[in-house]
C-alpha cells in the first residue's frame, strides 16, 4: 500500500473514531421531550408550591449520578432541609451545602410554578416545552459526539 494510501486509510479511521467518541451529559426526558445536554452540572429552579418563593438545586455529574452539592431559598417551610452547613452568600437566599447522590431525578413539571433548568449558563424552561404536570426524568448518559454536534 502507498503512503499517500496508509494515510487517508488512517484519516478514516481516525474520523470514524472521532464520531464514536461519547460524551458524558444529562438528559432531560418526557413522554413529549428528550434532550441530551452535554454539561457536567445543572442547576435546577422553581417556585415552592407552599411558600411561592423560587428555589435552586445545584447538581453536578459524579461518576454516573448526579451529586446535589448546594440549595438555595429565601424562607424555611414545608420540605425546607434544615441540618447542613450553611453557605455564606449576599443573594438574599439561605445557601445550604449538600452532599446527596441520585441516579435519576423525576419531577413534575408545571406552569405554576415554572421548572427551569441552567446548563452552563443556557436558560431552559422546561415547563415551556411539556404539557402541564407531566413528569419528566433527568439522568446521566452518554451521547455519540456526532449526535451532539449536528
Known sequence: MTSNK?????VAIATL???CIPVKG???SS??????????EVELRWIHSVEKEEWKEF????????????TA?????AGVPSDGEVIPSDD?????????SFPELRL??????ETTMFFSGQEVPIYKYVDDYVDIVIRVTYYPWWLIHT
Open 73 to 77: 431559598f429565601k424562607t424555611f417551610g
Open 17 to 19: 473514531f472521532l464520531f
Open 59 to 70: 447538581y453536578r455529574i459524579h461518576h454516573h449520578e448526579l451529586l446535589l452539592y448546594e
Open 31 to 40: 413522554e413529549q421531550y428528550t434532550h441530551f445536554y452535554p454539561s457536567n
Open 6 to 10: 496508509k494515510r487517508k486509510w488512517g
Open 92 to 100: 438574599g437566599l439561605v445557601h445550604f451545602k449538600m452532599n446527596q
Open 108 to 113: 413534575f413539571v408545571s406552569d405554576s410554578i
Open 26 to 28: 444529562i438528559q432531560v
